[in-house]
């Protein structure tokens, strides 16, 4: 049970190239979600998926796509990489429990854009 | 707009200290969850808090939910080198479904 797996750790782009951000788990979670990670600012979602087949944008939406593959995998796109998209990318699913959402983290992708 | 705010942002302390790292809102949460987080790792929920003034132990920590479900502390008890690391408080609203919001973080390090 390898949990939530991201690919890859660490990816250098320069301004203008596109990628894409792999996501799975293995938990049978039902919602997934991407994340970016800044210094001081905390996490903040950029789009998530409660079920398969749906997708909504989070705070941060701006600048990326996502496709929720099935119900294990979950990817973002950068399709035209900037430098303000320098971060660190978390990958999260969740269980409910009588509503409540906890969520489980892959190791995260660490995006340098020059 | 930051929904919660977390304080402190940055607390170094020797080991074997208490302390008490705090969590507000003015929203309504339907829970709360406190996550820590290692250097080069993703966030690990540590606890979630449901009911009003409720109250979870975790070893050292002890986490309590406020009374209008709007705030919550973590407090550490005699803290130790590894209690090192981020602590995340993160609230779910009664309308976002299965959104969280998270609070900034509070860096702790403890020192041998």
């Known amino acids: 049970n390898a949990g939530v797996t991201q690919t890859p750790k660490f990816q250098v782009l320069k301004t203008g190239q596109s990628m894409t951000l792999q996501c799975a788990q293995d938990?049978?979670?039902?919602?997934m979600y991407w994340y970016r990670q800044d210094p001081g600012m905390g996490l903040r979602l950029i789009y998530y998926s409660a079920s398969e087949g749906t997708t909504d944008k989070g705070e941060v939406p701006n600048g990326y796509n996502v496709s929720r593959l099935n119900k294990r995998e979950f990817s973002l796109r950068l399709e035209s990489a900037a430098p303000s998209q320098t971060s660190v990318y978390f990958c999260a699913s969740s269980v409910t429990g009588q509503g409540i959402y906890e969520q489980y983290f892959g190791p995260g992708t660490r995006l340098t854009v020059t | 707009t930051q929904l919660l705010e977390q304080s402190p942002q940055f607390l170094s302390i020797q080991e074997g200290e208490n302390l008490t790292v705090y969590c507000n809102s003015s929203s309504v949460f339907s829970s709360l969850q406190w996550y820590r987080q290692e250097p080069g790792e993703g966030p690990v929920l540590l606890v979630t808090v449901v009911t009003g003034g409720e109250v979870k132990k975790l070893k050292r920590l002890t986490f309590q939910f406020g009374d209008a479900r709007k705030d919550s502390s973590l407090h550490i008890t005699a803290a130790q080198p590894g209690d090192t690391g981020l602590y995340l408080c993160?609230?779910?609203?009664?309308?976002?479904?299965?959104?969280?919001?998270f609070g900034e973080g509070t860096q702790l390090t403890v020192n041998p």
């Open positions: 993160a609230g779910e609203e009664e309308t976002s479904g299965s959104r969280l919001t």
């Open positions: 938990m049978n979670h039902n919602s």
